[in-house]
């Protein structure tokens, strides 16, 4: 992302101006549903999610520190949690009823990849699958990690190491989503 | 300081930070260390490019208009905060209405409860008056009506010859009373006084006021061999009587 067009969505969140919405979505809207959709693993909730998420960001607008985080990790932060308190309120209501939800779209939801995202596998695999275990549970499972330890019976302390030796690791995708990049400005 | 950064960069408050699952004192003390020193910073913001990487790799094109949706909902936001700010300001201005308007009555109260004391207190005080008025025309009456009762005419000697007073004297009731009828004009500076000798002591009955006093009976404390004296003092009264000014004495 630009940091120029950064600091012109910042400059416009500001100042409440509405066309900030319209440059979000479209430079951060496709990532924001891709972990909106990993972290509810359904489409429509995904959807719902996406909303709410942008809602509360033009509600938050002027909270914005650019001092404080770089403006995808801010936007990162509000959809993860949306996403997260999301599942948490449809699970409460009814478990059985979204379990089945899950395996349906899982499925729907590896049909539905675009081939310009098939790649993923392909960057991902530069980080040990250890890592991304550990990456994906915290990340879009919304687990702290004593659950993740708990759920994926690993150590406490290795999960922490994980998380940062993982974190780090992900430098190594940089120069391979470059070409993703490139690809996401020169679609129509 | 090294080992403190060290220590700060090996535990995984960063990590939860970057994520937003930090707790507040741990949001806090990141956020202390990343404006505090550059590795923490550098650490930071390298985490940061790496997670935004990481989830640009799970980018997913989003359905066909849900940003006309989302923009719509949006803007309706922003109509509903300007409204929820008129409703504030309304009910801003009917709070301070309200509050004003209980201040003015609560004052009111405050002014009309002191007025309703001080009424009250009056009408105590003129009942208490009443009281003891009644009770002087009483003993009055029963003074005057009564056979035993006997009356002495005084008349003024000296500088004072036309004083006229009449002292009515009961020895059964041991009451006394004497009515002051005339008082002679007295220079600026001087008043009568009336005073009694009880007992052998001298009791100061007070001053004689020129024209009040007419037609008004006086109560004299009663003893058995009394003398009651008038005299002439400086204005305002005296402690003890001048003897060489007595103008008039009764004897009861």
Redesign the interface.
């Known amino acids: 992302m630009s940091t120029l067009i950064e600091k012109h969505i910042v400059s416009l969140l500001a100042e409440k101006d509405d066309k900030a919405i319209s440059l979000l979505y479209d430079n951060y809207g496709d990532t924001l549903y891709g972990v909106a959709l990993k972290v509810v693993r359904d489409e429509d909730l995904a959807q719902d999610v996406l909303q709410e998420s942008f809602i509360k960001i033009w509600k938050k607008a002027d909270s914005y520190d650019s001092s404080k985080a770089k403006l995808f990790t801010w936007l990162f932060r509000i959809t993860r949690n949306t996403a997260i308190d999301k599942l948490r309120s449809v699970n409460n209501k009814s478990d059985k009823e979204v379990q089945i939800d899950v395996s349906d779209v899982y499925n729907l939801g590896v049909n539905g990849i675009r081939p310009e995202f098939m790649d993923i596998q392909e960057n991902l695999e530069k980080i040990e699958p250890k890592y991304q275990i550990v990456l994906e549970a915290l990340f879009f499972q919304g687990m702290t990690q004593q659950e993740a330890s708990d759920e994926l019976d690993i150590p406490l302390g290795t999960i922490k190491s994980r998380l940062k030796i993982g974190l780090r690791e992900l430098g190594k995708i940089y120069g391979a989503t470059m070409t993703i990049f490139l690809l996401l400005i020169l679609l129509p | 300081m090294k080992e403190k950064v060290q220590l700060f960069l090996d535990s995984?408050i960063l990590?939860?930070y970057?994520?937003?699952?930090s707790t507040k004192e741990e949001s806090l003390k990141a956020?202390r260390y990343?404006t505090m020193y550059p590795e923490v910073r550098e650490t930071y913001?390298?985490?940061?490019?790496?997670?935004?990487?990481?989830?640009?790799?799970?980018?997913?094109?989003?359905?066909e208009g849900?940003?006309e949706?989302?923009?719509h909902?949006?803007?309706k936001?922003?109509v509903a905060?300007r409204k929820i700010y008129r409703y504030a300001v309304a009910a801003s201005v009917a709070i301070m209405i309200f509050a004003g308007s209980s201040y003015f009555f609560w004052n009111q109260n405050k002014s009309l409860q002191q007025e309703n004391t001080l009424v009250t207190n009056k009408i105590k005080y003129l009942e208490e008056n009443m009281k003891n008025q009644l009770e002087d025309v009483r003993n009055q009456f029963i003074v005057l009506n009564n056979p035993d009762t006997r009356k002495y005419t005084l008349k003024g000697k000296k500088e004072a010859k036309e004083l006229k007073a009449i002292a009515y004297i009961n020895p059964v009731k041991k009451l006394s009373y004497i009515n002051v009828s005339n008082v002679p004009n007295l220079p600026e500076n001087k008043c009568f006084q009336m005073w009694a000798e009880v007992n052998g002591e001298l009791v100061n009955l007070g001053v004689i006021k020129q024209l009040d006093d007419k037609d008004k009976l006086l109560a004299l404390p009663y003893a058995e061999k009394a003398i009651g004296y008038i005299t002439i003092e400086p204005e305002g009264g005296n402690t003890s009587p001048t003897v060489q000014n007595i103008v008039a004495n009764i004897n009861y």
């Open positions: 995984d990590e939860k970057l994520l937003g699952d956020e990343i913001n390298e985490l940061q490019d790496n997670l935004e990487t990481y989830a640009r790799l799970y980018a997913r094109k989003t359905p849900l940003k949706i989302i923009l909902s949006a803007r936001e922003r905060s």
